[in-house]
């Protein structure tokens, strides 16, 4: 599986490692299982880890993914999302158009270089 979600215990943040080739279909379990592990532990505090990620899935996937996201009853008032940078540049430009979609539909999401910034930048 080329996802895995998990609550940090040290910070109330739902980190999300993605690696490899992540299809439709995975990116859309990737977000429903963070989704149900947000309301379980009431967390509205995201940090996507795709500095592995290679692609395989495509910015329509992506817009189709904020659409869900915002039909999706989260608490998007609190919702705030740090993502950090893929190595490869074909899936680093994927998560800037993450980032942009995102921000024009008034989400805070942010992408960063360092593991460090994206959890202070979290938990301001």
């Given at each position: 599986?080329?996802?895995?979600?998990?609550?940090?215990?040290?910070?109330?943040?739902?980190?999300?490692?993605?690696?490899?080739?992540?299809?439709?279909?995975?990116?859309?379990?990737?977000?429903?299982?963070?989704?149900?592990?947000?309301?379980?532990?009431?967390?509205?505090?995201?940090?996507?880890?795709?500095?592995?990620?290679?692609?395989?899935?495509?910015?329509?996937?992506?817009?189709?993914?904020?659409?869900?996201?915002?039909?999706?009853?989260?608490?998007?008032?609190a919702f705030r999302?740090?993502?950090?940078?893929?190595?490869?540049?074909?899936?680093?430009?994927?998560?800037?158009?993450?980032?942009?979609?995102?921000?024009?539909?008034?989400?805070?999401?942010?992408?960063?270089?360092?593991?460090?910034?994206?959890?202070?930048?979290?938990?301001?």
């Amino acid at each position: 599986m080329p996802w895995r979600s998990q609550l940090l215990q040290m910070h109330p943040i739902i980190e999300t490692f993605y690696s490899g080739l992540l299809s439709k279909d995975e990116l859309f379990d990737a977000f429903r299982a963070t989704v149900a592990l947000a309301q379980t532990s009431g967390t509205t505090r995201f940090l996507a880890d795709c500095t592995h990620l290679e692609g395989g899935h495509s910015i329509v996937h992506l817009y189709t993914l904020v659409d869900t996201l915002m039909s999706s009853g989260a608490a998007l008032g609190a919702f705030r999302e740090a993502v950090l940078l893929p190595v490869l540049p074909g899936s680093a430009e994927d998560v800037l158009f993450w980032e942009t979609a995102c921000l024009n539909r008034g989400l805070r999401v942010k992408v960063f270089e360092s593991r460090p910034s994206a959890i202070a930048w979290l938990l301001e």
